[in-house]
């Protein structure tokens, strides 16, 4: 199993559509969870970080984590075009492992006019 | 505050021939990162410091992989020799962690190698 799995994709939404994307994770230690965005021949940026159950919201964008079924999601309202990338997810260890940050495989989001 | 700062942005080598990397960090961050990206999959973690000690390296292929981070700043990562799975991008982050914080990572650029 490995320890960060994301849906596959490639997901494709209209624009002002909800784009949804998922994530499971191996360890119940986990505690740091993250989103990245990664478009084309360009480094990881960061747009979400979630730290305890529930929902957390910014601007566009709602990360959701569920410890209990070790589920993490990204959701993006209102999708535009300039949307479109690679979508990461990341899980961070605490206690003594100083964070180390396990990634997902990605999911491709395209968002079409 | 300036980034991550990585060098070059691109390398081409045969197979056999060795290559280095270099990574400045955020100043004042104390853990550094660096991480695989072979095209179309997440990035693998290769080793991670904290300060100038190694914390993880399990993941590191210590028969052809090193890498040093002298006095706790730069560091460097360097392949020898290179084979063709090596091609990929080399991405180096920093982050604020302590102890098991939950700082986010901060990525440089990357270096995209490309062993032919």
């Known amino acids: 199993q490995k320890e960060v799995e994301q849906n596959s994709g490639p997901l494709s939404v209209p624009e002002g559509a909800i784009a949804s994307l998922n ?42 984590l569920n410890k209990a079924s070790q589920y993490v999601s990204l959701l993006i309202r209102d999708s535009q075009p300039s949307d479109s990338a690679t979508y990461l997810c990341a899980v961070k260890k605490g206690g003594t492992s100083y964070g180390k940050l396990t990634f997902g495989q990605g999911t491709i989001l395209t968002v079409h006019p | 505050e300036a980034g991550v ?25 104390a853990t550094l990162y660096w991480y695989q990206q072979i095209l179309g999959q997440g990035p693998k973690l290769l080793i991670q410091f904290q300060n100038n000690g190694v914390v993880d390296d399990s993941q590191l292929p210590k028969d052809r ?52």
């Open chain 1, 23 to 64: 994530c499971t994770y191996s360890d119940r230690v986990s505690q740091s969870f993250f989103w990245y965005r990664q478009y084309s021949g360009k480094s990881p940026e960061l747009i979400m970080s979630i730290y305890s159950n529930g929902d957390k919201e910014d601007g566009r964008f709602t990360a959701q």
């Open chain 2, 5 to 29: 700062a990585q060098s070059p942005r691109y390398k081409i080598i045969e197979k056999r021939q060795s290559v280095a990397f270099w990574c400045n960090p955020i100043s004042g961050h």
């Open chain 2, 65 to 116: 992989f090193s890498a040093e981070r002298l006095k706790g700043v730069d560091s460097t990562l360097k392949i020898q020799p290179a084979k063709l799975e090596d091609s990929a991008v080399y991405l180096c982050a920093s982050s604020s962690d302590k102890t098991g914080g939950g700082s986010p990572l901060h990525f440089g650029n990357g270096t995209r190698l490309t062993v032919t």
